[in-house]
C-alpha cells in the first residue's frame, strides 16, 4: 500500500472508530489494525491522536464552512430584516446537507462522529471542535443579531445551540421521521428537511426579538 493509501486509510478508519466508540476508546493501535497498517505508520503520517482528529475535521468542515461564509456573506446583503434572517439560517443549514458526502463537509459516519465527540467531554476533542466551528459559528450568531435588535445575546446562544442538535439528528437519523410519521414523510428528502429545519429555527430565533413583526416570508422557489 502506498503512503497515500494509508494515510487515506488510517483517517477513514478513523472516522469509523471514532463515530463508534467515541475519542477516549480508541486507541491508535486500533486505528492502525482497522486500516490494515501498524501504528509506527500512523505516528509517521499524523504524530498523535489530536493530530489525527483535527485533520480530519479540517478535511470534513472547511468546504462547508466555506461554503457557509460565501452564502452568508449574499444574505447579509439583503435589505429586509425577516428575508434576511430566512437567508441566513438557509445559509448555515443548507451546507450541512449538500456537502454530506465523504470528504466534502460531511457524511453519516462523521456527522456521527461529532456528535459523539461534541458529547464525550475530552478536552483536545472539544479544542479540536471550537477550532473548526466557533469562527463561523460567532459569524452567523452576529448576522442574525443584526436582524433581530431586542433579542438578547443568551437566548441567541441557546437557539443556536438547538438549531446544532436538530441539523445533526436530522442527517444521522432521518429514518425516525419515515417511522414516526408511518412512512408519510421521508426523512431523506433533504430539500424538506431543510425547509423544516429553517421555518422551525426562523420561529425560534424571530420569537426573542421584542420589536417585532411577526411577518415570515415564504421559500424562495
Known amino acids: 500500500m502506498s503512503r497515500g493509501n494509508v ?8 472516522v469509523t472508530l471514532f463515530s463508534s466508540n467515541g475519542y477516549n476508546a480508541v486507541s ?28 480530519i475535521y479540517q478535511r470534513h468542515t472547511e468546504p462547508m464552512n466555506n461554503r457557509r461564509m460565501e452564502l452568508l456573506g ?3 446583503r439583503i435589505h429586509d430584516p425577516e428575508e434576511r434572517l430566512m437567508a441566513i439560517l438557509r445559509a448555515y443549514v443548507l451546507p450541512a446537507f449538500s ?18 465527540l461534541s458529547a464525550e467531554g475530552n478536552e483536545d476533542a ?12 460567532r459569524a452567523f450568531l452576529d448576522a442574525i443579531a443584526d436582524c433581530l435588535p431586542g433579542a438578547e445575546r443568551e437566548g441567541l446562544v441557546w437557539r443556536s445551540h438547538f438549531l446544532l442538535g436538530a441539523l445533526y439528528y436530522a442527517l444521522i437519523n ?14 431523506n428528502d433533504r430539500n424538506t428537511a431543510v425547509n423544516q429545519i429553517v421555518d422551525a429555527s426562523f420561529a425560534s430565533f424571530r420569537s426573542l426579538d421584542t420589536n417585532g413583526r411577526a411577518k415570515r416570508p415564504e421559500h424562495a422557489a
Open 126 to 137: 472539544r479544542a479540536i471542535i471550537a477550532g473548526a466551528f466557533d469562527t463561523t459559528s
Open 28 to 55: 491508535l493501535r486500533e486505528i492502525a489494525k482497522a486500516a490494515g497498517a501498524n501504528v509506527g505508520s500512523l505516528t509517521y503520517h499524523f504524530g498523535s491522536k489530536a493530530a489525527l482528529v483535527r485533520e
Open 99 to 116: 456537502s454530506s458526502s465523504d470528504f466534502d463537509g460531511g457524511g453519516v459516519e462523521f456527522t456521527r462522529m461529532r456528535a459523539v
Open 74 to 76: 449574499e444574505a447579509r
Open 7 to 14: 494515510r487515506e486509510a488510517l483517517l477513514s478508519a478513523a
Open 174 to 187: 432521518p429514518e425516525r421521521v419515515t417511522r414516526l410519521s408511518d412512512g408519510a414523510v421521508d426523512g
